[in-house]
């Protein structure tokens, strides 16, 4: 192939993924959406306009991981030391029942395999992928009504930032065990030292970039050499200590994000994956959806992964929010707030086929999941706030 047909390459994805976002977008469903729908168009299982390259997989993981990198830098603190314990407790049952829930599908359909078997860590990996919560839907939701900083909302943003905090340390050990070379004390030990290593050394990082961004406020300089630590974070993650690199992606933002430019940083982030790496990760996922393999079997394993997905959110982050105190129907509210899902899950799975755990064709249960949690989350989430108005604001 000649190096130049990139060109052609990039051309197609970006057109076609933002033409197919704004369509999306204009159906009130997630942009991202569209533009998996882009690329299972364009992809070799429908028009056959794009193949999937070397280097287009490489530019796609540049993409999650400067997703992964605008996450962390968009978390607030603050606002997690303010619901402190009780949003722990919902995010840590919002990743452990679904987890649960979903290895327990997919046994369910294929069959239980032995302890530390790869059918086994392919269970797992099922559950790992439901774990993830994407807010985006709710956020919207919940601010056109005016209740985000109510008390519901606040804790539903908390326990969501959390969750995937959780979610992410649950991909790096299933990752990790996964690999026949390791074993479960070494796999525990790296992940101990990485995030020992994170917060001594993001510590000391965090200090000197507020000292520059004081002496250099919104400058230049501030989001390029976090854009270096991103990546540097990436790499010593993988290299060094076995962890995925969307992790140290992850921390990276995570150590950035009080400062006081962070939003700033995150604003550029944004263009570079709002314009190029973001279009090609999401328009990847369709490119290597294959839907030649889809059978009746596979539609109905998609449809009960669907079903399980919002049903384990709910009774996971409900019951939990129950037993902290939570009364009634706003029980319900912060387990249909949670049921969301997004750009985490696409990561997840992402990763999942890059170790050989996921293979593309459940890519179809996981679009499935997004889009379906997309409409149901907002519509369910106004009809609780109209019978039951949320309590004054905090």
Request: net charge positive; proline share 4%; hydrophobic share 55%.
């Amino acid at each position: 192939m000649e190096a130049y047909s990139v060109f052609k390459d990039l051309a197609i994805i970006i057109v076609f993924a933002k033409f197919f976002g704004i369509v999306a977008r204009k159906l009130r469903a997630p942009q991202v959406v569209g533009e998996i729908v882009a690329g299972l168009l364009i992809g070799p299982s429908i028009l056959g306009l794009v193949q999937q390259t070397d280097f287009l997989v490489q530019m796609a993981e540049i993409g999650v991981v400067l997703l992964m990198f605008s996450a962390g830098l968009e978390t607030d603190l603050k606002d997690l030391l303010k619901t402190g314990p009780k949003a722990l407790l919902i995010a840590c049952a919002g990743v452990f029942v679904p987890l649960v829930g979903g290895a327990l599908l997919y046994m369910g359909f294929y069959g239980a395999s032995p302890w530390g078997s790869e059918g086994f860590y392919q269970a797992v990996f099922i559950g790992v992928i439901l774990t993830a919560t994407s807010v985006s839907i709710t956020v919207e939701t919940l601010k056109e009504m005016g209740k985000l900083k109510g008390k519901i909302g606040t804790t539903i943003l908390s326990a969501a930032i959390i969750d995937d905090v959780i979610g992410i340390i649950v991909l790096t050990f299933v990752i990790g065990f996964k690999n026949p070379d390791s074993n479960p004390g070494k796999v525990v030990l790296n992940t101990v030292l990485f995030f020992l290593f994170a917060g001594v050394v993001g510590f000391i990082i965090y200090k000197i970039f507020k000292k520059i961004d004081n002496r250099y406020p919104h400058t230049r300089r501030i989001p390029i050499i976090g854009l270096a630590l991103c990546l540097a974070f990436s790499y010593i993650a993988e290299r060094y200590f076995g962890i995925a690199d969307i992790t140290g992606a992850y921390v990276a933002g995570i150590i950035l994000c009080s400062i006081r430019d962070s939003e700033y940083i995150a604003e550029k982030m944004d263009i570079n994956s709002y314009m190029l790496f973001g279009p090609v990760f999401f328009a990847s996922i369709g490119l290597k959806t294959n839907i030649d393999n889809v059978t009746g079997g596979i539609l109905l394993f998609a449809a009960a992964f669907v079903v399980v997905g919002l049903v384990t959110k709910i009774i996971g982050c409900g019951l939990m929010s129950r037993l902290c105190g939570f009364r009634g129907i706003n029980c319900l509210k912060i387990g249909v707030g949670m049921m969301t899902r997004g750009e985490v899950a696409l990561i997840v799975a992402q990763k999942g086929l890059s170790v050989g755990l996921l293979t593309p064709v459940y890519f179809t249960a996981v679009i499935f999941l997004i889009i379906v949690s997309s409409i149901a989350t907002p519509i369910i989430l106004k009809v609780l706030y109209t019978k039951a108005p949320e309590e004054p604001v905090m």
